[in-house]
């Protein structure tokens, strides 16, 4: 009966079986035969008889193997190997406590905002107009105004000419890294230092040099010796509330880099990811010290407005803009005109402000209750900095900790944390776990690092 299984194997789903008569005529085989053949691929899950009806090919089939060989030869080895899915996008089994993630819980998000914004969106303009490339005006003037704020008296602040939407931060590194410092070419970056950062310059194709940093922002002098012995024009970086570290850069640390940047002639990419997570310290873009183009400045929206509405912008001045603008205009061409006016409607209504101050509330209170919880039961575990913002806590594990031994017996209990690993540009220093508060359920906290605590015992 292989012919029979080759028809089934051909069918669209939900396609019905000729009769029994039909096949035996068909197939030239005895009623029997063909009964026992249907009863085998009843049995297999390929057809499904319905009595009075009739049999009919099952929409879930089984497969037969397929050969994707040829694709092997005609892909040929990629340029660099990234990977599918990193730790904090896994999602997180039911009842597990996930410390691994990286956005933020829905009770952190100003659900009511969202709402009518995205209703009153849908009602307007938007919802059947193209956007401009760069962005609805409107917006840009919002992301420009933003900073402008924040400019000191002395330095000419960005107009909104100088703004770009994105959809998201995420792929703005990947044109910024792209534009400006090119395939091949040399780019800094701290380290430990954002995940994606790192896959989005493997993308590009720049080749990364690493410059350590600690809770205050990297050494100045290490900086200038990275620029030196690299030959880099532009350094990645995260002055506020760097992911993973929380870490913010001080105000001598800001001056003397950006004149190191300056001296360079270089570009400082500045990812301001956590601008709305202050806790015990409030964002200074370093963007707002700079007036020459030397800073580029990427400011997101997704984890404070919401990971649906993920809207974000880049600031640059001068042919750095226009070279990032080609970019995103190949790569993407606008970002949806619906989201955009969402995303502006929230964080203009005087809503917006209050949402903020409760949101740095509830962000230290989930923050001091991870710590404590961690220094209580999981003393083996030493966090490296109280953070002032962010949303994440940085722990040095001790130097024989086996990571990966940590991580599956951790998950084994249903609590998700994610190995230091994937924060670092080349090896790591050591062995280090971050833990996000930001996550459902905070009351599962001091369990949580129960689980870790013993977990780390056995595996040190
Ligand atoms: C430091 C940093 N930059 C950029 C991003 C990406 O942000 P977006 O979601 O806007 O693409 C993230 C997301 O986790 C991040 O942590």
Redesign the pocket.
Known sequence: MSDLLDWIAEAPAGAKLPSTRALVTRYNASPVTVQKAIRTLTSRGLIESRPGVGTFVRAVRMARPLDYGWQTAALRAPQSRLPSSTTTMRSTPHGGVALHA?YPDRELLPERLIRSALARAARSDAALTRSPVPGLPELQSWFAGELAGATPVGITPPTASDVIVLP???SG?SSTFRALVTTGQPLLMESPT?W??ILAAAQAGVHVFPVPTGPTGPDPDEVARAFEESGARAFYA?PNYA?PTGAQWSADTTRRILDIVQAHGAFLIE?D?ANDFGITSTSVPVATQDDAGHVVYIR?L??SVSPAI?I?AVVARGPARERILADRGAAAMYVSGVLQAAALDIVTQPGWQTHLRGLRQQLRARRDLLIDSVTEHAPLADLTAVPPGGLNLWLRLPDTADLDQLVRECERENVLIAPGTEWFPAEPSGPFIRLNYSGANPGAFPDAARVIGRALERAT
């Open positions: 990286g998201g931060s995420q590194l954002y994606g950062a995260q992911n990812d990811w997101s997704t984890k993920r974000a």
